[in-house]
């Protein structure tokens, strides 16, 4: 029997196999623990991190609340440097909750995907 976790490694692997970022539309990855939520825009040509942002030392409660500012943050760091559109990648979670939360704070900061 696997475990949940090894089940969405493999979901991550069959999503991964679609998903790709370039540096003029870089991957948005999303991991998600117990305690935080975190998103890296990736551009896999490079293999290269080109931003991220994480919900740790954010004020805010609720991890609905937490996910939406970390993809308004990661929004806000994109348009500093030029980047307007991403591909999303749900890292084999769920689109919904707090992955959800994360996506709609990203496209209110100004991302498209």
Do not use: C, W
């Not at 970390?70 to 749900?90: C, H, Q, S, W």
Request: charged share 30%; aromatic share 4%.
């Amino acid at each position: 029997m696997t475990s949940k976790n090894e089940q969405r490694q493999r979901r991550h692997k069959r999503i991964r196999a679609k998903v790709h970022g370039t540096a003029a539309r870089p991957r948005l990855s999303v991991f998600r623990s117990n305690r935080a939520i975190s998103a890296q825009l990736i551009d896999d040509d490079a293999a290269r991190t080109l931003l991220s942002a994480t919900s740790q030392g954010l004020k805010e409660k609720g991890a609905g609340v937490r996910a939406k500012a970390v993809g308004r943050n990661i929004a806000a760091k994109a348009k500093e440097r030029g980047l307007t559109a991403a591909v999303f990648d749900r890292g084999g979670y769920r689109y919904a909750g707090a992955i959800k939360a994360l996506a709609d704070g990203a496209r209110e900061g100004g991302l498209l995907f």
